[in-house]
Nanobody, 124 residues
Framework: VQLQASGGGLVQAGDSLRLSCAAS????????MGWFRQAPGKEREWVGS????????YYDDSVKGRFTISRDNAKNTVYLQMNSLKPEDTAVYYC??????????????????WGQGTQVTVSS
């Protein structure tokens, strides 16, 4: 599976942004999908994940209520809708595919494939 993340940019606090992650290769619906982010000098952290087929979603507490993950299996694409953005959301955002866990893991090492990352910068 090849993953291509896009949609990052520079926004102001309170703005919204939608990231996309397009997959190619093997069957997209076989994978739970996750979003991670990594700020400068920090570890890569889990943002949330979406299950393979029933659309169940899970979020880190830091983004719960502001971020929404969705997927369109017909388009082989997963989305991260980010609302009410804060400066502390500034990071490189990565999408990843998890073949082992139906609902997606919060542990980065469970993921098999990664996108290249897209920069999100939120100014105050």
């Amino acid at each position: 599976v090849q993953l291509q993340a896009s949609g990052g940019g520079l926004v102001q606090a309170g703005d919204s942004l939608r990231l996309s992650c397009a997959a190619s290769g093997r069957t997209f619906s076989s994978y739970a999908m996750g979003w991670f982010r990594q700020a400068p000098g920090k570890e890569r952290e889990w943002v949330g994940s979406i299950s393979r087929s029933d659309g169940s979603t899970y979020y880190d507490d830091s983004v719960k209520g502001r971020f929404t993950i969705s997927r369109d299996n017909a388009k082989n694409t997963v989305y991260l809708q980010m609302n009410s953005l804060k400066p502390e959301d500034t990071a490189v955002y990565y999408c990843a595919a998890d073949s082992k866990n139906q609902y997606g893991s919060s542990w980065r090492y469970d993921y098999d494939y990664w996108g290249q990352g897209t920069q999100v910068t939120v100014s105050s």
